[in-house]
């Protein structure tokens, strides 16, 4: 049996090189194939915060990806918060990384890589980031600060 990848816990030949292969080929290589901006950010967001030591090694990476599951699942994506937020990032500004939760979600990128239709590969994305943003509901709280923060400076 190939081994598990230690961001996600997905079976991938070679573990987690072969999980970042899988989403290079998906997200990198293949960029024409994702539906929409919307949906590949969420891809990318989603693999972020299920691969906390590669992609969110600061406290601004982090933030980043966490705000942008927040903002997707309770502000529809809306270009205006992701905006605020970003400029809020790019800032001046040092945030601490809180502690990250030790399982991740249930739904892994092994479950995405098959949807190959733009609508089935939208609805597998969903479905993926809702079970990593539901890991992390710990840190709603902080995500929604966040986003305030950013909106407040706007």
């Known amino acids: 049996m190939p081994p598990a990848c230690s961001g996600c816990g997905s079976v991938a030949p070679e573990g987690e ?3 970042q292969a899988t989403f290079d080929e998906l997200c990198v290589r293949n960029p ?4 929409s901006y919307q949906v590949r950010r969420t891809l990318v967001d989603a693999y ?3 691969h906390p030591d590669r992609y969110c090694a600061s406290g601004k990476s982090f933030a980043a990806h966490l705000t942008g599951l927040c903002c997707t699942f309770e502000h529809g994506s809306h270009p205006s918060v992701l905006e605020a937020v970003q400029r809020w990032l790019n800032g001046p500004r040092k945030l601490e990384k ?3 939760p030790s ?3 249930g739904v892994t990128l092994a479950d995405v890589q098959g949807a190959r239709d733009s609508q089935v590969l939208a609805l597998a994305v969903e479905k993926w980031a809702r079970s990593t943003w539901e ?3 710990a840190l709603h709280p902080l995500a929604r600060r966040w ?3 950013a909106l407040a400076r706007r």
């Open 103 to 105: 399982s991740r979600g």
């Open 48 to 50: 972020a915060l299920q």
């Open 147 to 149: 986003i305030q923060e």
């Open 135 to 137: 890991a992390y509901s």
């Open 32 to 35: 024409g194939g994702i539906p």
């Open 17 to 19: 090189a072969g999980c």
């Open 98 to 100: 809180p502690e990250i």
